[in-house]
């Protein structure tokens, strides 16, 4: 391991020394020099830091780190060395270190889609087909692995054939939620990463999200926010991509819908709205590649929707045989796809003859 990584893991375990303080130390060039004198330093960092540098202790506690991260099968990339992502390096407050399983290629450009742990069908159905059309045109998608649209997230991303990113609150050797340890397999498997900025035998609390979120946003060049709450996660993510100047772009909810109020309010301060991929992909600069087709359950409901027919919810229910919450889901996929209409009433009709 080279030693300016080590050096970073070692000041990472001084007591009281870390986050910002360490950043600032780092683009200042200034590590080597801290290590060289580092009783120079005891008024900007303590006696107590001082001390676990001058008698060795903070050292041998990096070197257990290292030697345990690398025994699990991590990689560790240092803020500074060429394999460190740019967009991450260029964040206020990037991580020293970052740990790894899996693998990330920095020729690919990156977009965040996040939103509510506890989603609907429908918020699930829409991230999901996002992240299926991002990966399609070659986008990496980046995600917390978390329950809801994070994880539906994750599996288009995979769906279509794409790498994705999972950062995580916890160290990557405990993978949170547990129902996810198979999801985070196959990312690793399919040429994506688990992330995550804590070291090895971290447990996930809850102080940790916060912080892992920037990450999420310093990895892409845009985020996306499918249902979130007024308070949650997605929003905070959201709102520190737009301090990072990164885009937020963000789908429509129904007024007085609780999952609706994030994106809402996000676009009523300037986020981009989107209908669906058409709009990421025109928002991206991309083209939008040849429909892979649509699966089973659409075509039914474009087959009740052809030659301008317009029918309620109960209707098309009794006409595809889906269930309510696998039929609200289908529509709102079609709907952000262009492909029908919503009218009031809850009524829909084909957007273009099926």
Do not use: W
Not at 110 to 129: K, L
Not at 269 to 292: F, M, T
Not at 314 to 321: C, I, K, N, R, S
């Amino acid at each position: 391991m080279e030693e300016r990584t080590l050096r970073l893991i070692t000041l990472m375990r001084v007591p009281g020394f870390g986050g910002s303080r360490l950043t600032r130390l780092v683009r200042a060039e200034g590590v080597d020099e801290l290590f060289r004198e580092p009783r120079r330093f005891v008024d900007q960092i303590g006696e107590d830091a001082v001390s676990s540098l001058e008698t060795g202790s903070a050292r041998r506690d990096a070197e257990a780190v290292a030697d345990r991260a690398t025994r699990l099968g991590q990689t560790i990339l240092a803020l500074g060395s060429a394999e460190y992502p740019a967009s991450l390096a260029a964040i206020y407050d990037p991580p020293p270190v970052v740990f790894m399983r899996g693998a990330m290629s920095e020729s690919r450009r990156r977009v965040a889609v996040v939103g509510a742990r506890g989603a609907t069908p429908s918020g699930r159905s829409i991230a999901r087909d996002l992240a299926c059309g991002l990966a399609r045109h070659g986008i990496e998608v980046v995600s917390g692995l978390a329950r809801g649209i994070d994880g539906s997230a994750h599996e288009g991303a995979l769906l279509g054939g794409g790498s994705t990113l999972a950062v995580l609150g916890s160290s990557v050797d405990i993978i949170y939620p547990g129902e996810h340890k198979d999801l985070a397999a196959r990312i690793e498997a399919g040429r994506g990463a688990v992330i995550s900025e804590l070291a090895p035998g971290t447990p996930p609390q809850p102080s940790q999200f916060p912080s892992r979120n920037r990450i999420i946003v310093g990895l892409s060049e845009a985020v996306i926010v499918v249902e979130a709450g007024s308070r949650s996660g997605a929003s905070i993510t959201a709102r520190l991509a737009l301090d990072e100047g990164r885009d937020v772009l963000a789908v429509p909810g129904r007024p007085g819908d609780p999952l609706a109020y994030g994106p809402n309010a996000l676009i009523r301060d300037g986020a981009v709205l989107i209908r669906g991929l058409q709009d990421v992909l025109e928002h991206l600069k991309l083209e939008a590649a040849p429909s892979p087709g649509l699966s089973s359950p659409p075509d039914k409901i474009l087959q009740q929707l052809k030659d301008s027919s317009v029918k309620s919810i109960d209707q098309l229910a009794v006409d595809t045989g889906l269930a309510p919450p696998d039929l609200m889901a289908r529509l709102s996929e079609l709907e952000l796809l262009g492909r029908i209409e919503r009218l009031p009433g809850t009524l829909f009709r084909s957007a273009s003859p099926a």
